[in-house]
Nanobody
Framework: QLVESGGGSVQPGGSLTLSCAAS????????NAWFRQAPGKEREAVSC????????YYPDSVKGRFTISRDNSKNILYLQMNNLKPEDTAVYYC??????????????????????WGQGTQVTVSS
């Protein structure tokens, strides 16, 4: 089970840290990713991390502003988001494919119908 938290409403330029707590399996066995889905748009991968590949960021728009990390002792995945912009407004999900060996490429292409997902947490950036 994956449970996201940490979403909320912030002004442009603000920061939020999202958390994704896992239970029933170890996050560090697999590649884990953050995704987001804005109203009327498809879900897109934002960032992914695996034990062998390190962090990967997908939209150019988040590079330098978002940081993915994982606390293996707590079994929690994080997404630190700085300098937030209105276009970052979306529901943010964490997900994993539960496949070994851990690779980000297949995780990043997961759809809502595949893999394992949390319930999502809303992030709203507005003045």
């Amino acid at each position: 089970q994956l449970v996201e938290s940490g979403g909320g409403s912030v002004q442009p330029g603000g920061s939020l840290t999202l958390s994704c707590a896992a239970s029933g399996f170890r996050l560090d066995y697999y590649a884990n990713a953050w995704f987001r889905q804005a109203p009327g748009k498809e879900r897109e991968a934002v960032s992914c991390i695996s034990g062998t590949e390190g962090p990967t960021y997908y939209p150019d728009s988040v590079k330098g502003r978002f940081t993915i990390s994982r606390d293996n002792s707590k079994n929690i995945l994080y997404l630190q988001m700085n300098n937030l912009k209105p276009e970052d407004t979306a529901v943010y999900y964490c997900g994993t494919d539960g496949v070994f060996p851990a690779r980000c490429a297949p995780v990043a292409t997961m759809t809502p119908e595949t893999g394992y997902w949390g319930q999502g947490t809303q992030v709203t950036v507005s003045s």
